[in-house]
């Protein structure tokens, strides 16, 4: 509908593929051209060698949001693993003096750095790989049933968990400089809410925290009416007036008229609300 919009560039999960965020467009209104990243081995690039190291996925999706942008304004949001991602690709861009986000989003991630949690394990069999996701909410049943898919999932999973278990974050940690946006579930069992205290040494232009009472993991799946409000509200800040203006009667006019207008915050200054769900 709009021309020259703001890009949102979507980093998926552990074993997730662009199609995690099918729709993300239509939830967050016409302010913003959803762009999901296809990483190695999965999806749009299944015939690419699955990678297991974060830094050279990270250059990798710095190469391709950087040739998709073309000078365009963007801001980044990933999903747990792809949380880790999203750091690491701004560090890449800054390392490298390419234009950098505006916005770092990151949902249901655990900060750079913080062991963690043993609840998946790279070296466990297809079956129970398969059925701690289920446990999660990141697969259904039906793909515990079918040999065919899950034979061709559980490895895509597996490389994803081991490149998270080598990642070794470098010091001195890098900082990133724009707004940063935390998400958590508050039944995630893979994140906590001192995560947010973690994240805040790693971003120094604001940090705004969103604990979505009720929500698990897949928080963005499960609770996707509380995440988008949140992501609109956030990403319409992060965008100058003009760029504002152009999104009025879209999501993010939605959530400016919404409870995130009284935010809680912090000893150091920082937002941190909970978002109360009314349910999925």
């Known amino acids: 509908m709009y021309e020259n919009r703001p890009l949102l560039f979507c980093i998926p999960h552990a074993g997730g593929s662009a199609a995690a965020f099918q729709g993300w467009g239509a939830s967050l209104g016409d302010a913003w051209d959803v762009k999901p990243l296809e990483l190695p081995g999965r999806g749009r690039r299944s015939r690419e060698p699955l990678c297991e190291d974060i830094q050279q996925a990270a250059r990798d999706l710095a190469e391709r949001l950087s040739s998709v942008a073309e000078g365009q304004p963007f801001a980044i949001m990933g999903h747990?693993?792809?949380?880790?991602?999203a750091?690491?690709?701004q560090k890449v861009l800054h390392s490298r003096a390419m234009p950098r986000?505006?916005?770092i989003i990151v949902a249901g991630s655990p900060p750079p750095g913080r062991p963690r949690h043993p609840a998946i394990s790279?070296?466990?069999s297809d079956d129970e790989l398969l059925r701690a996701l289920l446990h999660l909410g990141g697969v259904t049943?039906?793909?515990l049933e079918s040999d065919l898919i899950s034979g061709h999932y559980a490895p895509i999973v597996r490389a994803d968990l081991r490149m998270y278990s080598r990642y070794r974050?470098?010091?001195p940690l890098y900082t990133m400089d724009c707004p940063l946006l935390v998400l958590l579930g508050g039944s995630d069992?893979?994140?906590a809410p001192g995560d947010s205290l973690l994240w805040?040494?790693?971003a120094n232009a604001g940090v705004t925290t969103r604990l979505i009472v009720g929500a698990g993991h897949f928080l963005l799946d499960t609770h996707r009416g509380d995440a988008a409000t949140a992501i609109a509200a956030f990403l319409a800040s992060t965008q100058p007036a003009s760029v504002e203006r152009r999104s009025s009667g879209s999501a993010a006019k939605q959530a400016a008229a919404s409870d995130l207008r009284a935010p809680i915050v912090d000893a150091g200054g920082n937002d941190v609300s909970t978002v109360a769900s009314a349910g999925a």
Request: proline share 4%.
């Open 141 to 143: 049943s039906d793909l």
């Open 169 to 171: 974050v470098e010091r």
């Open 80 to 85: 747990s693993l792809g949380g880790t991602l």
């Open 87 to 89: 750091y690491e690709t």
């Open 101 to 103: 986000a505006r916005g």
């Open 122 to 124: 790279e070296e466990a």
């Open 189 to 191: 069992p893979l994140t």
């Open 200 to 202: 805040r040494e790693l």
